[in-house]
């Protein structure tokens, strides 16, 4: 692999590793979302905590880290392939982010401005299972791990290039929700 794909894969890293969450939070004097509510640096809890408006905010500069790299990747030359590893590396930066500890999200946001970049139309059979899983359970984690496998039939089938970033993905999304799981299966998971 190239030299470009290494410096795009390490900015799209440190890219992922801004919380916009916690910065947020920070900025308008509200609470560190990881000390409250789920404990978890993202959209959801961000509604909880400081209502809709952070929310929407946090979720569109979730959404921004993900599919930014993408589409820098892609002017630069690089392949289907290449353009999805560096998405997942801005994922990982939202979990694992350098600048907070290691302490981040559970990458649902920034997964789908990575799979926005990647391949648009996959991204209409995500949001609307999370919709309908969303509507039916009022679970977000349910309705997030339930939403990625159904775009992953199309784009294995259009871009087959980025199939294994993507199960990698999943496989790392899921691993961030083994808590939820936990509770779901438990019959304890939160609700809106």
Not at 56 to 65: I, R, V, W
Request: hydrophobic content about 55%; overall charge positive; aromatic content about 10%.
């Amino acid at each position: 692999m190239d030299p470009m794909f290494w410096l795009l894969a390490i900015l799209a890293y440190l890219l992922g590793s801004l919380s916009f969450a916690i910065l947020l939070s920070r900025l308008s004097g509200g609470p560190d979302p990881r000390a409250c509510g789920s404990g978890n640096p993202g959209t959801t809890n961000m509604l909880r905590l400081a209502g809709k408006r952070m929310a929407a905010l946090t979720l569109l500069g979730d959404l921004c880290k993900g599919l930014l790299p993408v589409l820098i990747a892609q002017h630069a030359g690089l392949g289907i392939q290449q353009q999805a590893w560096v998405g997942l590396a801005a994922v990982l930066g939202h979990l694992y982010p350098l600048y907070f500890n290691f302490r981040g999200g559970k990458g649902v946001a920034t997964a789908a401005g990575m799979l926005l970049g990647l391949y648009p139309p996959a991204v209409l059979p995500a949001v609307a299972a999370w919709l309908l899983v969303f509507a039916l359970t009022r679970t977000s984690s349910l309705a997030a791990l339930t939403a990625i496998p159904f775009c992953l039939p199309l784009l294995a089938w259009r871009q087959p290039e980025a199939l294994l970033p993507m199960l990698l993905l999943y496989g790392v999304i899921v691993w961030r929700h083994r808590r939820n799981l936990h509770d779901l299966f438990a019959g304890r998971e939160r609700h809106f």
